[in-house]
């Protein structure tokens, strides 16, 4: 699927051709529909990553367009637009499935950030709340270990704590413990990536603003843990909170309340709230950078999620099922793959994990000219085997080497990370070290890189 593609759909020419331009100016893959009729034909012929759709349309309306797009393609967020008076028909759709409404009329900036965290957010198909594990491909031992802890703590008030490597599924766990939850299963999921903002900007999202909070703040917002009322939140890269905000998380995980930024009124919260990281917040404890009383609040049901290097008998499931995916998305046909190719696949590293995988298998199904994939249809990173990374088999790290200009790092814990740091300094090279177009290739927030690039030790000034 093309990440930045977004159909835009207003049955108003004017409106239309405005947000065409806004879109294209902030370089997005735009098309248009005049009506949700015609937004169903594009969707039948074409992926799209983001729809963002009027409410008031003639026949088939913003929120039939919604539900059509839930069931048909759960993959895609859907942004709804609205005028002011519709506003709590607004929120109603966003617990209904919408990733988020806007009001009219719109505002370049309102309208970047919010596409921007729509296209930075995965949304797993939720294909039956009868099976909350639908989608979840694995046969490994230690994730199904995982999936009996979830049946377990899945109709408790728990907070969860999901610690794994970047692109080991915690977005997929996360809603199968929503799904798994019979009292919250029928609300809003509601997820924010903590790491894609600055502090002012994730305080309002987290908590809503009132009018005249803060320069933009033109009008009343709830903040995602109202939407998620009766819910789940999922708080991904909790470790990006700043101390300020850990007091205020504190606050909600203990007490169940909080106040819109720039209101006194108290709100109580009934979610459940599913904390994501992809460090080790143990560790972040001990070295003072995360509050001790938080991680012990958000640490009360802790999983670890496997990163796919110890998942070796879930590949050959996994390459399948994605080019399945891949194949019913772009509308394109692949009846196999070569030997050759499959054997890189099944001993390449997986620095990226799943989300790696995922992202390689559906490149190879939109280049192969043919109906079999095959090596010249992957990744040169991955066909440069083994110096683009450890064998399933090998220890990680053994075949990783790193440029002497780069401060290397030591110890058993830093060489786990080798495969990552010789992807991320592969791609910058590749792009002659423009960060930018580094994070579109990766498949992650530029914030995550520039966080990614100071962990492992990657120089940058010089270049």
Not at 126 to 146: A, N, R, Y
Not at 191 to 216: D, N, Y
Not at 249 to 264: A, K, P
Request: include cysteine; hydrophobic fraction near 40%.
């Amino acid at each position: 699927m093309e990440r930045n593609r977004i159909l835009v759909v207003d049955d108003d020419p004017l409106i239309r051709g405005s947000l065409y331009e806004m879109l294209r100016n902030q370089r997005f893959d735009v098309e248009m529909a005049s009506d949700g009729t015609e937004a169903m034909n594009h969707l039948k012929r074409h992926p799209f990553r983001l729809v963002l759709t009027d409410w008031k349309m003639p026949e088939v309306d913003g929120i039939s367009l919604l539900n059509h797009i839930r069931h048909k393609y759960p993959d895609i967020n859907v942004v709804l637009i609205t005028g002011f008076g519709n506003i709590n028909s607004a929120v109603e759709a966003i617990r209904q499935g919408a990733f988020d409404y806007l009001t009219k009329p719109i505002q370049p900036e309102e309208l970047e950030a919010t596409i921007q965290r729509a296209l930075s957010q995965y949304i797993a198909p939720v294909e039956s709340i009868e099976d909350p594990f639908v989608g979840i491909v694995s046969q490994d031992i230690s994730m199904q270990q995982l999936f009996g802890m979830i049946r377990q703590v899945a109709n408790t008030s728990a907070t969860v704590l999901l610690e794994g490597e970047s692109g080991t599924g915690k977005r997929v766990i996360a809603q199968a413990i929503h799904r798994a939850d019979v009292k919250r299963r029928h609300h809003a999921f509601v997820e924010i990536s903590c790491g894609a903002l600055p502090e002012t900007l994730l305080e309002s999202e987290l908590f809503g603003h009132v009018r005249g909070a803060f320069t933009g703040a033109i009008r009343d917002k709830q903040g995602r843990f109202e939407l998620a009322e009766g819910g789940t939140v999922l708080l991904d890269e909790i470790d990006a909170f700043t101390p300020a905000l850990q007091v205020k998380l504190l606050r909600v995980i203990q007490e169940r309340l909080f106040e819109r930024v720039g209101d006194t009124r108290t709100v109580r919260a009934d979610v459940r709230i599913i904390a994501a990281t992809n460090r080790t917040l143990a560790e972040l404890v001990q070295q003072g950078r995360f509050r001790e009383d938080l991680y012990y609040r958000l640490n009360v049901i802790a999983m670890r999620l496997p990163p796919l290097r110890e998942r070796r008998a879930d590949l050959p499931l996994l390459i399948q099922h994605f080019i399945d995916r891949s194949c019913r998305s772009i509308g394109k046909t692949i009846t196999g793959i070569t030997d050759d190719a499959r054997r890189i696949l099944t001993e390449y590293g997986w620095p990226g994990n799943v989300r790696q995988l995922e992202n390689v298998i559906e490149r190879a199904v939109i280049l192969a000219p043919r109906a079999t994939i095959d090596t010249e249809d992957l990744p040169e990173e991955l066909r440069q085997t083994p110096t683009s990374g450890p064998t399933m088999d090998s220890p990680i790290g053994s075949e990783a080497r790193a440029p002497e200009t780069d401060t290397m790092p030591v110890g058993l814990k830093d060489a786990l990370r080798l495969p990552e740091r010789d992807l991320i300094l592969k791609v910058l090279a590749d792009v002659r070290w423009s960060r930018s177009e580094a994070a579109k290739r990766l498949g992650i927030h530029r914030s995550t890189l520039y966080h990614k690039i100071r962990k492992l030790g990657i120089q940058t000034s010089s270049r």
